[in-house]
């Protein structure tokens, strides 16, 4: 009886990191989809938008490799690649909320997108900076969500998925 509660005990664990990679490389993969369909639609992202979609570019890839890699990979190298994901989203959650902060005017943002943008030498050329460039700005959110800014979606959803790794993380410990 002993013998077989382990080898279920084990086969869950077994099974509990790539399910948590898989999850994260969906989750991260639909949320990266979703952006560029709002992309599409005219919602333009700032500087800091950008910023915050790295983790995903970076993340989502790693979490594929884990989920289909993981069940073949030594156990030491399945925990630093759940680490390593951990982290990367845990980056992601930074972002997210270092925007949300520009957002809700807690801090001040980059110079580049926070409308605080140097005076030009001369009226003509302002007129053709006025030509030339278009600013997304950092510190305006372009669509809130049940009263939340995409920003701080991201930084709670960077959050989940920096957990779930952690969960992936720990099964591979056992």
């Not at 979703?34 to 993340?59: H, S, T």
């Not at 980059?110 to 460039?133: H, R, Y």
Request: charged share 15%; aromatic share 6%; net charge positive.
């Amino acid at each position: 009886m002993l013998d077989a509660d382990r080898s279920a005990s084990t086969r869950t664990v077994h099974l509990a990191a790539p399910v948590a990679a898989a999850t994260v490389a969906l989750v991260g993969a639909a949320t990266i989809a979703a952006v560029w369909v709002l992309q599409a639609r005219g919602y333009n992202p700032c500087e800091l938008c950008l910023k915050e979609r790295v983790p995903f570019y970076v993340g989502v890839p790693l979490a594929a490799g884990l989920a289909l890699l993981g069940p073949r990979l030594p156990r030491s190298a399945a925990r630093a690649g759940f680490a390593a994901l951990a982290l990367v989203f845990a980056v992601g959650v930074a972002l997210g909320a270092y925007h949300a902060g520009v957002e809700w005017k807690l801090w001040a943002g980059p110079t580049g997108c926070s409308g605080a943008a140097a005076a030009p030498a001369a009226v003509a050329d302002f007129l053709k900076q006025l030509d030339s460039v278009t600013v997304v700005r950092c510190d305006e959110a372009a669509l809130q969500v049940l009263g939340l800014s995409l920003a701080a979606w991201n930084a709670l959803l960077s959050a989940g998925l920096a957990g779930t790794a952690a969960l992936g993380w720990r099964s591979t410990g056992r």
